[in-house]
């Protein structure tokens, strides 16, 4: 009976993605009523099964048979949604003619079949981004509801995913495209309120700058808002609740990695040497983007002294004596025994001022350590934004885990994360003496944290890449965890024992 | 292979003192790490049951399939190496303490300067009819758990007898596989010897809301097999015959002791231990499940077979084998269980029926969620003795000092808030628990 349901409810969202792809094949004559057609399956499949697996159950922990699954533990349905994913990203970044996008004239196939909804909201003809946009947003929501409903009665998690949900419908997609409706004749650029940089890298690009300077009003107030979020809403807010307010509330990436990853969970790896791996790999990512960033701004103040109000070498200048000030901070800092991490800011820091004193020392116009700075943005765009964020960060998800892309990847991670490590009120508080060392918290945290390490020493976590997604509190079955804004002093301690030994203990 | 490392190493370094452990469970392990801390003494753990380290505790997530067996293991296996604490899988069959030596299976031995046991328990076995018959089994070491899988496809219905903690994990372990489960109990409602009655219904009316045939007041009778040898029913005292193809016998355990029989040592029903958890042959040490105090501490049992008390008791006696000689000394009792969905915690003293005149409580129950409180205290002095909770989180660290520095029972209640561990946005029953303080509180001054 239960199976039925199930298989039948699989049977109907497949139905849907297939009519969806259809399109790629047949021209379609009534577009509006095949697409709404095709989302209507999709959505009541998604629902049936949804019903099916969690409508009869108690309130409670669903990870009944998770690693039975071939779906959520790189088995063979794993590994073919793992390439459909792979190659629609291959598509939607490199060859979006095959999705029936023409750059020149009219599209067709799947891209047009987005055409109804598109002028609808926005006035235009669909493009690849607006049909990627769409089934976004579409598996936030749908799989939100499966995330809400499989932790019914958990309220952080009620929450957290209306939140999300929020954030991607209105912000990322809902609002942009009746702006770009409003404004027919403004230049293109990113309208997503909530996409800061350096997620978003190319805010500070030449061609992104001049179009928010150029676009009016509306590009003003956007350039404005994205930098009082970088210097002031961030900080302050990073420093209050960690850097769960953006990562696991607000993000898009993270948004999807909540809903439509939260089956692939698992899969992150809890080794230490990939700990390490991350910890590299993470602040190369942050050190790539401002030195990128940097150099687009260089180039930027070249070619326009109209539209800035300083020239270059005053920009150097006061980016090198704001690195100096950070570094001598975290230096001054260090005495709090924060020495393994701040020694990894430190020489990120020190990098990223060595290769920018370099543009004075060595280089011509546009070049840093005579490489050409365009050169920078356009490998970071093809490396980072596009094979790492797209095709790694998602396409990879029943392969590496929902989160590969904010755990190695993601600068503005790194950037929240540094703040949250160093100078935040959020940590993981552990319950004393009452951790099993069971391994739940661990087996089902997203970004890799051996949770349980620090629980079963009674340990608080103060992990710069833990997003607070609230996942390991949810899933311990004692009861030993619970994220937490609190004073500054103390919040990183290490114990000897756990709560609950009452013998003197050694100094 | 190991075991040649050690012996080349004890000819180099042979001064270096030999800690050899018995046992690689949570005493036995939280040893290890405390003295390989503290000291560079030749450190060496022995189990017959697995490899690495893992946390008992958590084998019921495994058939669950929430985690993998290698998710139990809380450290990696070259952690092991690096702290140069070395590692033997074999089965010890003797101990000859005039010499200072264990025996194993193999005929090979193992010298050390001091034992440490920490053998764990056995699940207990009444001498029912049919206990031996193929899928008749407990739930506690690896192995049951490798057996319980073996048989898992050939179950549709199974009976869990014993109404413990391990009792009610098998019942959700087989409920979780889809199995109809018969849970058969002696008592009149669930863990009442430790729940107090309020809760204990809570915990039934749950289990059987998970579609759970709980049978109360049930005794089991015999066991019947089917021609290969394999159960195929239960029997119970008043007559009930339940199909089952596989028999959970979850009632209680018993110190892991019997290979030591011989040794010399003093044994109870447990290796009979003082204050400073030594046996009373010299140089041996017993601790964990294993261990029975000759004279337990004041409202303690004397074999405690928990988790926490295992990893206290580690912690102790890594103090006295690195030369600081330390007495077992446990602060306030607390402890925790899940019984399916519904999480359990409780801290100091929480009687099921108390003496009125020495321990007085207050409970407040949801009218219809899985939640409660209990609080108890002293109605002579009012000083809080204790703390349960169904459902809702308490934050240790607030009862432990509420309970060692004897808070007033008001005092506690009116800052109950500090304790509440729940996840943020949570409800949060604070008031409702007050007022309930509020109505009965004059019937507590009445009794006084």
Redesign the interface.
Known sequence: MFSIKRQGSIGLGLLGLTLLFFALIIPIENKTAYLGISFLLLTLGGLFYFNAIYGNT????K???????ALSTRGISGWILGMFLTAFYIAIYWFPEVLGYNEQGVSTGLVALFDPLSYLLNGNAATQWFLYGTLYTFAIILFGIKFIWKYWG???Q??RTLSVIFFQFCFAFFIPEILSKLNPDTPYFAKDLKNMWPLNYYFLDQWHLKNMLNGGNLGLFFLVFGLVMIFIISPILTYRYGKRWYCSWVCGCGALAETAGDPFRQLSSK??SVWKFERWMIHAVLVFVVVTTIAAMWSFLTDNPELSFMTRGQFISGVVIVLIILMLTLFFWNKNGLEKDAKYTLISLGTILTLILSIQSFSGQYTILFIDAYSFQKWYGFGIGAAFSGVLGVGFYPFLGSRVWCRFGCPMAAILGLQQRLFSRFRI?T????C?????C??YCEMGIDV??YA?RGENIVRSSCVGC?IC???C???VL???NGELEGRINTTA??????????P | MKQKLYISGMILGATKKSIVILGNGISGITTARHLRKKTDYSITVISEEAPFFFSRTALMYVYMGHMQFEHTQPYEADFWEKNKIQLIQKRVIQLDSENQQLLFDDKSSLSYDNLVLACGSIPNRFGWPGQDLKAVQGLYHKQDLDNLEKWSDSIHEATVIGGGLIGIELVEMLHSRGKKVHFLIRESSFWNTVLPPEESELVNQHIRAHGIDLLLLSELKSIKGDTDGRVCAVKTKDGKELPSEFVGLTVGVSPNVAFLKESGLAIGKGILVNRFLETNLPNIYAIGDCAEQQEPLPGRSAIESVWYTGRMMGETLAQTLAGKKTAYQPGPWFNSAKFFDIEYQTYGQISPSPDKKKENQIYWQHPNKNCAIRLSFDPNSMKILGGLSLGIRMRHATFDQWLTQNYQIEEVIKNLDAAFFDQEFSLNYLKEFQNEWELKKSEFAFRL
């Open positions: 108690l309130a409670g922990i990870n009944d048979g998770v690693w039975f699954n958990n309220r952080y009620l929450f080794k230490l508080t319950n004393g003496g009452q099993i060392s069971c391994g739940n661990s087996t349980r390490a079963q609230g509190a949810s899933v079955p004692r009861g619970k994220l937490e024992y756990p709560l609950g030994n009452n013998m003197e203990v050694n």
